[in-house]
């Protein structure tokens, strides 16, 4: 286990100081949706399916700006995953994944029996992979040799994690694209509505706003 301090960027005062799972079949920083109300009103950026070590799909949410400090290595800003966790022995089990420990600059050691402290890298216990479902994680040169391909699998949903000698470098996700409503359904969920009239609308502006313009 691996001391993380972990902060609402917004809110720097809601934080928490935890261990987590060093885990390289993850993405990400996974963490109980117990523990989300402890880092205060956290925005959430978008909802995802997740894939466990033991195939099961549950539902994330994934959370941001964080700070996310990795003891003795770079402080980073990104996002959290919150997830429902079962606790092991009393104790919920987060966990940190190869995106965070990219951009971190934290070198992973997956030989057993290393410690950080004598190493200077990060133990890997790597068990339970839990990872956002549909990721695939490509190289550089597949990024520029297979562009086509990449593309049309975006445009069907599907994202990416490029990596760059063997280093997590960046994202690849579909743009969530605007959905436009026809008119006419505009039109006729308005149509059982109260109507207003302007003069009424514009008096009651009046009557409770100042219209007068302010200079200086």
Known sequence: MTPVFIANALDPAKQIHCDVLIDTGAAGLVLPKAWKDR???????????????????VPGEVCGPVKIHIEGFDVIFGEGIFMEMHPQDGCYEPLLGSIILGQSRAAVDTEPGVSASCSGRLPSHSTRATRERMARTITQRELRNESGEIMRALDAGETFVVTRN???????????????????????TAAPLARVKAARFFADLDRHLDQRLRHG
């Open 166 to 188: 063997g280093v997590p470098t960046a994202e690849l996700r579909p743009i969530e694209r605007r959905r436009f409503v026809v008119t006419t359904i505009v039109l006729g």
């Open 39 to 57: 880092l205060g009103a956290l925005p959430v950026v978008r909802t995802v399916e997740l894939e466990t070590a033991d195939q099961r799909v």
